[in-house]
């Protein structure tokens, strides 16, 4: 009797999943580099593999995965940007220093690990393509959909590696193992083959789905006029964005629309209908943790918080000055920065304490981020330096965006995990939001100043409703008593009257969507996209490295700093084929 062991790996480039099958006549093993597509030729066999595509949204499982490689983008998108610290002490994922003040090099393992568990989910998604072609037993249009899916996963894949490293090779499913061409060259402009595979996801998809968490064609249209704004194509994302907005819907039917904001991050709530796509996340499962948040597990609150670990991605000062407002509860758009809002910096825990509920400020900012003294979720008052493992290093803030309710620990938690912090709230990788401020920015790009407010405003009105502000403790001893009608703090949130300028819209719409998607991991990729990143960064540096040491030799290199280094270990494994970014 034959004994059969076969054991899954994936290539050191990430552009192939092999079997290797050891048997005793060795001559009946599978090509390395191939599937064994006689077993998987069919519906049942392609369901397989288009999950196994899915499944890297969450950026676990994968070659490489690790803290920093989830759709959040928390280190590429966040860190880097002004948004937040990495938090902590200095020492713990020390790589992740050098990629937040603008000094890492090519042999970063953060960037070698994003992008094999990227080109492995691109070639996960090529082997749905290559198979799918083979498979008797699925109807013609059961094909369509399955590719339409694939070529969305594989856009989305690439739009990624793209806005992070720039000069990426584009990888479809002529390229494999057996066809001897693994050895792809990144000297190509990629966005018209990222634009083709997201156009045939949009024109051949369906407008809903069997399964929530799938692309559809609304997503696809959607992410389409993404990639045309990433391209500054204007003109060609504005009537997807029209279209998205007017008559879109969710894969599960809804009509897409703004919820009260905290429900985006909410486990309880995911999936709603301001959710365009998300990864989905679950837990309890007997994944051991591996389905859920696992790549954002380091960052809870420090020592007895929720997630037990790690007190990193603390919020920046300069993003909580970003919610001050003035007497219109309007941004501060020019004058944010000059003033601290009040902190507990310095202080103990046990050291008298009172927040500022004086100053007015936008609600989104206690729904974003945790200060001392104001309500977090159903946890208790934030309690100031006992979450936080270095104020000196990551600031008096902790994020909140990611964090789920003390009720639903150990139900919304994965309990095998050595941390609470793996959980089951989803991460929405575009939401309704995104759309309505993406569209404001096409239409101020134009002129059309009053449509673009009328955008702003829309987004902004759903936070103006006072039942969804975060409210006082009815017993700051039991929070689990619930909530009173009393503001936490002195939230003002207004609407624009006028744009009276281009270039006041332009400024209005970036910095709602500064206010609307901070901690998301958007911020970096946008500031990039403007054009505007040397400046805003640098001055982010000038003030910030006054109280953080770790800053002080700072610098954004314009014409560098844009975009990382291809990781050296694929340039070597190569053979020189990659070639390395402008400036490493």
Known sequence: M???????????????????????????????????????????????LLIGAYSLLNGTGGAGSGFGTGPANWVFGGVASDDAYKGSDPGDQADIVSIETYTANASNPYFDSKWRVLYDAVQRSNEVIRVVALAKDMTDAEKKTTLGEARF???????????????????????????????????????????????????????TQPAIGRANSWAAKAFLGKIYLYERKFSAAKP????VIANGVTAGGKKYDLVPFQNNFNAETKNSAEAIFSAQYSVNDNSGGNRGSYSEV????????????????????????????????????DTWNDTNLKSDQGLKSEDPYSPDVTTPVDPRLDETVGRRGIPYLDWGLH?????????????????????????????????SFWSSGVNANNYTIMRFADVLLMSAEVEADAGNLAGAMALVNRVR????????????????????????????????????????????????????????????????????????????????????????????????????????????????????????????
């Open 2 to 48: 034959k004994r059969t062991l076969k054991i899954f790996l994936t290539m050191s480039l990430s552009l192939g999943v092999l079997i290797l099958a050891c048997k005793r006549d060795f001559l009946e093993r599978a090509p390395l580099g191939s599937l064994d597509q006689g077993n998987l030729a069919n519906s049942a066999g392609v369901s397989k």
């Open 153 to 207: 996963l594989r856009a989305f894949y690439h739009f990624e590696l793209k806005r992070i490293f720039n000069n990426i090779p584009y990888v479809d499913e002529t390229i494999s193992y057996a066809n001897n061409n693994l050895l792809v060259p990144n000297d190509k402009d990629v966005w018209p083959m990222i634009e083709a595979d997201m156009k045939f996801a949009a024109d051949n998809l369906p407008a």
């Open 240 to 243: 997807l964005f029209d279209e």
């Open 298 to 333: 380091l960052n809870y609150p420090y020592n007895g918080g929720p997630g037990g670990c790690c007190g990193f991605y603390q919020p920046s000062q300069s993003l909580v000055n970003s919610y001050q407002v003035d007497a219109n509860g309007l941004p501060l758009l």
């Open 383 to 415: 309690p100031g330096n006992n979450w936080i493992r270095d104020q000196n290093n990551g600031g008096p803030y902790a994020p909140i965006k990611n964090v789920y309710f003390k009720k639903q620990e150990a139900s919304l938690t994965d309990k």
């Open 461 to 584: 009105q759903r936070s103006a409703d006072p039942k969804g502000w975060v409210k006082t403790y009815k017993d700051n001893a039991a929070p689990e008593k619930g909530y009173t009608t009393t503001n936490a703090a002195n939230y003002q949130i207004g609407l624009y009257t006028v744009f009276p300028s281009k270039d006041y819209a332009v400024k209005a719409v970036r910095f709602e969507r500064k206010l609307e998607l901070a901690m998301e991991g958007q911020r970096f990729f946008d500031l990039v996209r403007y054009g505007i990143a040397a400046e805003v960064l640098n001055a982010y540096i000038a003030k910030e490295k006054n109280d953080r040491v770790f800053l002080k030799n700072a610098s954004f290199t314009k014409g560098k700093s844009e975009y990382y280094p291809i990781p050296r270990n694929q340039i070597d494994l190569s053979k020189g084929t990659l070639k390395q970014n402008q400036g490493y």
